[in-house]
């Protein structure tokens, strides 16, 4: 028995020896143990369910994340865990600073709604705006409604309860498309069809979402088809600069801007294109009270159009000045279609430009296409000098939305503090190309069931990495 012991003791003791040599190999005596980590992941992320989700709004928060609203017809699948009211509903996503949705909810009634903007508030809480069926009265989130479609506009708390919520309009359909806070309240502004003597329409807003004021204001163009898409406050502080289009004498659209001062009352408006469809769909304040407004335009070297078109929809950027009169402008594309949906100024007083792209390698765009339609980001100078531009996408459709006088323009971009740029785009790929993440549709390849798609890349384009921490 002895013999047994010992025999047992000596073959536990050579084992013990062999573990310690062999975990001297891995880690040095007396450091500290780190342990192993996943390796870091590409920012680009999915959100959504199994039909269509589209991003029309995006602001960053204060805490370092990012805020996206938009539309959703999912219920209760993939990312969206909340049940569908009807039709379409409004989406808001909350993420962190790495991407990581911390929440989302569906904000709705019976019929359809559709978000299109999105601002956080002072005391951080968030403003919506968008439109609501009349269908959707009384059901669901939506309170009393005034008939036809009404613009909607929801004021959320910080966790995404609803505080108050309204319905905006008359008989007619009417929309918002873009919303501010004030120093005494909220300003939305859209298109309105309850008026008879002009469709382009600001509604003031006190702190618990009653009208302050109200204008309509009328076409400066002779024909139909205007909308308005964009709003921004004058950066003289004066008061606000709205963008779109005015439809002419025949079926061409021109671009549109006009200032309104902080009661409402039109300062300005302008009008400028060619002899094809031009139209403004975003914008950016300048220090001087002027503006930077991006669109599309079909026209080429004719009207108030100077540069030479590429072929199809160019991305058309002006620079105007306080009074609206235009200092620079350029035409940026290659030969298939090619539309500006987002600008925004940067530190270094250049612009950075977001739209989206079916072309490849040719003109301006000296990237090739992934498949379908890519986002595409323009870093330009403060002169409107092309320092870089990169397509991003995969083998599906990227940064694809209409324009169209309701529809919004899903493809979003904004500097982060430390210099990159957050990018909020509609997608229809998965696992290829710059889409490194899994669509919540497994037939979305080829369709319009598109995804919420974030992506952030460093200050010259280039998609970051990310600690991994579930964000897929």
Not at 88 to 99: A, E, I
Not at 112 to 139: D, H, L, M, P, R
Not at 202 to 228: C, I, R
Not at 310 to 326: K, T
Request: a negative charge.
């Amino acid at each position: 028995m002895k013999k047994i012991k010992t025999g047992v003791s000596a073959f536990f003791m050579g084992m013990s020896l062999l573990c310690s040599t062999q975990n001297s190999y891995a880690q040095a005596v007396g450091t500290p143990y780190i342990p192993m980590q996943e390796p870091p992941i590409p920012f680009s992320f999915l959100s959504g369910g199994s039909t269509i989700d589209v991003p029309t709004a995006m602001d960053q928060t204060t805490d370092g994340g990012y805020i996206v609203a938009g539309t959703s017809n999912s219920s209760a699948n993939g990312n969206v865990t909340g049940t569908n009211h009807g039709n379409q509903d409004f989406w808001v996503v909350k993420y962190n600073k790495l991407g990581k949705i911390e929440w989302q909810r569906l904000y709705g009634g019976n019929a359809g709604e559709q978000g299109n903007a999105i601002k956080q508030t002072s005391e951080g809480g968030y403003i919506v705006a968008g439109s609501v069926q009349a269908n959707s009265a009384n059901t669901g989130d939506v309170g009393a409604l005034n008939g036809g479609t009404d613009a909607w506009v929801v004021k959320l708390t910080a966790t995404g309860a609803i505080s108050w919520q309204k319905g905006y309009g008359g008989t007619g359909n009417d929309f918002a498309k873009a919303v501010l806070q004030t120093s005494d309240g909220y300003i939305f502004s859209g298109i309105s069809g309850s008026f008879s003597n002009g469709n382009f329409w600001a509604v003031k807003l006190d702190v618990s979402g009653n009208v302050v004021w109200q204008n309509n204001y009328n076409n400066p163009g002779t024909g139909t088809g205007e909308s308005l898409y964009c709003m921004v406050a004058a950066g003289d502080g004066t008061g606000y600069i709205l963008g779109g289009s005015s439809g002419t004498s025949g079926s061409t659209l021109d671009l549109f801007t006009m200032k309104i001062n902080l009661t409402g009352a039109a300062q300005w408006k302008k009008v400028y294109g060619g002899n094809q469809d031009d139209l403004a769909i975003a914008a950016a304040s300048m220090p001087d009270g002027g503006s930077i407004v991006v669109g599309a335009s079909a026209s080429s070297a004719n009207g108030n159009v100077t540069g030479t078109g590429h072929g199809g929809d160019d991305i058309w950027i002006i620079r105007l000045d306080a009074s609206g009169n235009i200092i620079w402008q350029q035409l940026y594309g290659g030969t298939a279609s090619d539309r500006g949906y987002s600008v925004r100024q940067t530190a270094d007083g250049g612009f950075i430009v977001a739209g989206v792209s079916a072309s490849s390698a040719t003109g301006n765009v000296t990237g090739t296409n992934h498949g379908a339609n890519d986002v595409w980001l323009l870093k330009l100078s403060s002169t409107g000098s092309i320092q870089w531009q990169k397509l991003y996408g995969g083998t599906g459709g990227d940064g694809l939305g209409p324009i169209s006088i309701t529809q919004p323009q899903p493809v979003k971009v904004m500097q982060a503090p430390d210099g990159g740029f957050i990018v909020a785009a509609t997608s229809t790929s998965s696992l290829n190309g710059d889409v490194t993440d899994t669509n919540n549709n497994a037939n979305s390849v080829g369709s319009q069931n598109t995804d919420y798609w974030l992506f952030k890349t460093d200050a010259s384009g280039t998609i970051i990495q990310v600690p991994d921490i579930g964000q897929r």
